[in-house]
């Protein structure tokens, strides 16, 4: 007689088999068609809200912005170095096409509905890709998706909080002369807090990656102690990409990485221990 393990796993490739490739690319489409519906919605409630999604946007840019204040209270309490205490951003925003506010309106929309509807559509993909594993797998992937809202809403309110005030006042209030006056276009401004939040929200979804290659085998822990040092080196050159080039914003970035690295270590060791079992 078949053990329960097995009945479970013979059910779940005979589901498989029902449905072809074709039926697999419609489920597929239907799947993408809900995500995309999703996000275009939040994006419409978010083009509406105009001023408090521009409000939130324009924080990095503003003198009372939380982190800032933040700053100058660490200063006045524990007399830290004056400059820590941002009191002049140093740069002035400003419009230089006819349709720029628009279009940069309708950019800060799009980017607002993919972050608020990432859970769902993370969600949608979960739902797709799980019925090609067994009851097992799937029981030991119970929570995934709010894990991985987890991680990505972290990895924003990092690069929001963090990383961005950091590289936009270095970057808006660096001075070659000071006969040159910062005027900083509407269009950079939203293009630089964008790259570098999404980067950082990609970033904190690496124990996510690692646990979908190491379930599918492409991943193990020896390999990613063997390329800790590799992975060293990459993460420094993507840091200086998308962050300024000073070492704080390097380190701000390189920190967290670092940490989820060690993290998915510890995800793809229990992964390949239970595979053995």
């Not at 030991?140 to 990895?155: E, N, Q, Y």
Request: proline share 3%.
């Amino acid at each position: 007689m078949l053990d329960q393990v097995d009945v479970d796993a013979l059910s779940d490739k005979k589901a498989n088999k029902e449905m072809s490739f074709l039926d697999h690319l419609e489920e597929l489409r239907w799947h993408l068609v809900r995500s995309v519906v999703a996000i275009l919605l939040v994006t419409i409630i978010a083009f509406i809200a105009k001023d408090f999604v521009f409000g939130i946007i324009s924080g990095p840019a503003r003198v009372d912005f939380t982190t800032y204040q933040f700053l100058c209270r660490l200063v006045s309490k524990y007399g830290l170095a004056e400059s820590l205490c941002i009191n002049d951003i140093g740069f002035e925003l400003m419009n230089m096409s006819m349709a720029g506010q628009f279009t940069q309106h309708i950019t800060i929309s799009f980017v607002v509905g993919f972050v608020v509807a990432f859970p769902y559509v993370f969600w949608e993909f979960w739902r797709f890709v799980s019925p090609a594993l067994s009851k097992k797998e799937r029981k030991s992937a119970r929570g995934i998706v709010f894990f991985s809202t987890l991680l990505f809403a972290l990895g924003v309110l990092t690069g929001y909080y963090v990383l961005a005030p950091v590289s936009i006042q270095f970057l808006g209030g660096y001075e070659l002369a000071e006969a040159i006056e910062n005027s900083i276009t509407l269009k950079s401004y939203i293009s630089t807090l964008v790259m570098i939040v999404l980067a950082c929200a990609l970033v904190f979804e690496l124990p996510m990656a690692v646990f979908f290659l190491s379930k599918a085998g492409l991943i193990t822990p020896s390999l990613m102690k063997n390329y800790r040092r590799h992975a060293f080196v990459v993460v420094l050159i993507l840091s200086a990409i998308i962050t300024p080039p000073d070492v704080l914003s390097q380190i701000l970035l390189t920190i967290p990485f670092f940490l989820l690295y060690e993290l998915s270590i510890g995800i793809s060791a229990r992964i390949l221990k239970k595979r053995k079992d």
